[in-house]
T-cell receptor
Framework: KAGVTQTPRYLIKTRGQQVTLSCSPI?????VSWYQQTPGQGLQFLFE???????NKGNFPGRFSGRQFSNSRSEMNVSTLELGDSALYLC????????????????FGPGTRLTVT | KQEVTQIPAALSVPEGENLVLNCSFT??????LQWFRQDPGKGLTSLLL?????REQTSGRLNASLDKSSGRSTLYIAASQPGDSATYLC??????????FGSGTRLQVQP
């Protein structure tokens, strides 16, 4: 079974631009979560999507947004890029979403390395 | 607010040694705790998931324990190998699927 895939793997953008990252979950997984990893802040939760609806959101500004399609693939968009947005963006997929009782393992993709200059 | 701490931040051991990585969390109301491995510049590989009702989980040379009441988890690696060199992260799920991660332990196993 294929794992979580993320495209592109590397991106270089300029301040003020916007960027869209893509994540395809493991087949059959319906929940997709996004995380930002930086050397200073570590791994931080951005948001979770399930059935094309945002279910949870972390403490990030509105410049960070996302969406999920009917095939569970998800995209994340960052507008008006700042230097501090340079990070490794990871997505994780899970069978069910956080509102479902029980505990479900999250599986992470390889990440997209975004550099803002 | 849940906080997760991992000690030590870095560890260097000779090949063959058994070792323990520590993880502590401040809020014991968790659904599960996951241990991950991250190689430099790469994504996270799930190693073990311990449900809140479980005390430990084992996979090959790895054993993870969970003591919810004291807010602690340990990852035991038996007979370490150079291929085990990576950063190990623990993360707790407080039920909203927003994992809270520790800052990781960077492990170097010397051949």
């Amino acid at each position: 079974k294929a794992g979580v895939t993320q495209t592109p793997r590397y991106l270089i953008k300029t301040r003020g631009q916007q960027v869209t990252l893509s994540c395809s979950p493991i087949s059959g997984h319906r929940s997709v979560s996004w995380y930002q990893q930086t050397p200073g802040q570590g791994l931080q939760f951005l948001f979770e999507y399930f059935s094309e609806t945002q279910r949870n959101k972390g403490n990030f500004p509105g410049r960070f947004s996302g969406r999920q399609f009917s095939n569970s693939r998800s995209e994340m968009n960052v507008s008006t890029l700042e230097l501090g947005d340079s990070a490794l963006y990871l997505c994780a997929s899970s069978l069910q979403w956080s509102g479902t009782s029980g505990s479900y393992e999250q599986y992470f993709g390889p990440g997209t390395r975004l550099t803002v200059t | 607010k849940q906080e997760v701490t991992q000690i030590p931040a870095a560890l260097s051991v000779p090949e063959g040694e058994n070792l323990v990585l520590n993880c502590s969390f401040t809020d014991s109301a968790i659904y599960n705790l996951q241990w991950f491995r991250q190689d430099p510049g790469k994504g996270l590989t799930s190693l073990l998931l311990i449900q809140s009702s479980q005390r430990e989980q084992t996979s090959g040379r790895l054993n993870a324990s969970l003591d919810k009441s004291s807010g602690r988890s340990t990852l035991y690696i038996a007979a370490s190998q150079p291929g085990d060199s990576a950063t190990y992260l623990c993360a707790v799920d407080t039920g909203r699927r927003a994992l809270t991660f520790g800052s990781g332990t960077r492990l170097q196993v010397q051949p």
